[in-house]
């Protein structure tokens, strides 16, 4: 029989994405706040992979990533999920925009093997964590291939500049297990 134990803590990363350069800030610095310091984060990226999200949000989106400077317990991400979802309601509320969604923020962490997120859609990929949310290996990482996606990626996960952001990520994570010993 196997012995039961704790997971490795992970880093914790959110995607935030808008058509409003402002609400990514504010954005930014609501998770700063009330996650704490990051240690990285990436370029704005053009999401234009996709039409899903314009009706609702809106045309000329732009994403960006941040990365914190502290490990988290991966069990946490179903909780964190349900929060940015309310964050992204408090960000709405301002009624400054005309969108009826005004902002997405996807938390999700990355160990050295790979890029999970969370969702709030099932899908035969996905495994259920509680609460209504569900999570998924969006990437692997390959020694051979670095970052390698799965039939289900995402288009925009599949972009070579997530994937040189997400080697700085593994990077830092690293040296962070490193040195916790």
Same mark, same amino acid.
């Given at each position: 029989?196997?012995?039961?134990? $704790?997971?490795?803590?992970?880093?914790?990363? &959110?995607?935030?994405?808008?058509?409003?350069?402002?609400? !990514?800030?504010?954005?930014?610095?609501?998770?700063?706040?009330? =996650?704490?310091?990051?240690?990285?984060?990436?370029? =704005?990226?053009?999401? #234009?992979?996709? #039409?899903?999200?314009?009706?609702?949000?809106?045309?000329?989106?732009?994403?960006?990533?941040? &990365?914190?400077?502290?490990? /988290?317990?991966?069990?946490?991400? &179903? $909780?964190?999920?349900?929060?940015?979802?309310?964050?992204?309601?408090?960000?709405?509320?301002?009624?400054?925009?005309?969108?009826?969604?005004?902002?997405? /923020? #996807?938390?999700?962490?990355?160990?050295? $093997?790979? =890029?999970?997120? @969370?969702?709030?859609?099932?899908?035969?990929?996905? !495994?259920?964590?509680?609460?209504?949310? *569900?999570?998924?290996?969006?990437?692997?990482?390959?020694?051979? $291939?670095?970052?390698?996606?799965?039939?289900?990626? *995402?288009? #925009?996960?599949?972009?070579?500049? *997530?994937? @040189?952001?997400?080697?700085?990520?593994? +990077?830092? *994570?690293? +040296?962070?297990?490193?040195?916790?010993?």
């Amino acid at each position: 029989m196997g012995q039961v134990g $704790s997971p490795q803590p992970v880093l914790l990363i &959110a995607a935030v994405f808008s058509r409003h350069r402002e609400v !990514i800030a504010q954005a930014k610095a609501l998770l700063e706040e009330r =996650l704490g310091p990051l240690a990285l984060q990436s370029e =704005l990226f053009a999401f #234009d992979q996709t #039409d899903y999200y314009t009706a609702s949000m809106g045309s000329g989106l732009q994403k960006q990533f941040f &990365a914190f400077r502290e490990l /988290i317990d991966p069990g946490k991400l &179903a $909780s964190l999920k349900l929060q940015t979802n309310r964050w992204e309601e408090e960000l709405a509320a301002s009624g400054r925009y005309e969108e009826s969604r005004v902002v997405n /923020i #996807d938390p999700g962490y990355l160990n050295l $093997s790979k =890029l999970v997120l @969370a969702s709030t859609k099932d899908h035969a990929h996905r !495994i259920y964590l509680g609460e209504g949310i *569900y999570a998924e290996v969006t990437l692997h990482y390959r020694r051979e $291939s670095g970052w390698t996606p799965w039939p289900w990626t *995402y288009p #925009d996960y599949r972009r070579r500049e *997530y994937h @040189a952001f997400f080697d700085r990520c593994r +990077q830092y *994570y690293r +040296q962070r297990v490193q040195r916790r010993g």
